[in-house]
């Protein structure tokens, strides 16, 4: 069964940091580009980031540029978004999902799989 399973997510005051892990099972995880969504509550969800099959290229919204950074390491089937400066307006809950592609779609449009999402909160 393929599956993909966020987690890392919890409170942090504004200007902290925390890394999300998105792990994959039931698949390799290597042929598949990666892209972490969020949704804060009453908002539209927002593609946050996108990487690669090969990690040879990543793209980010312009929201979180110079402060989230995407990364995967395929041997152990996980990607991860570091997200540093966190701002009050990051309170979301974040996903991540996956489709079988070498490049990023265009709006990180038509993903086939997805998580159930883990919970950021930015408060003091």
């Known amino acids: 069964q393929l599956q993909l399973v966020e987690s890392g997510g919890g409170l942090v005051q504004p200007g902290g940091s925390l890394r999300l892990s998105c792990a994959a099972s039931?698949?390799?995880?290597?042929?598949?580009?990666i892209a972490w969504f969020r949704q804060a509550p009453g908002k539209e969800r927002e593609g946050v980031s996108c990487i690669s099959s090969s990690a040879s290229s990543t793209n980010y919204a312009d929201s979180v540029k110079g402060r989230f950074t995407i990364s995967r390491d395929n041997a152990k089937n996980t990607v991860y978004l570091q997200m540093n400066n966190l701002k009050p307006e990051d309170t979301a809950v974040y996903y991540c999902?996956?489709?079988?592609?070498?490049?990023?779609?265009?709006?990180?449009?038509?993903?086939?799989?997805w998580g159930k999402g883990t919970l950021v909160t930015v408060s003091s």
């Open positions: 039931g698949f390799t995880l290597g042929y598949y580009v």
């Open positions: 999902a996956a489709v079988r592609s070498s490049w990023c779609p265009q709006r990180y449009s038509g993903m086939d799989y």
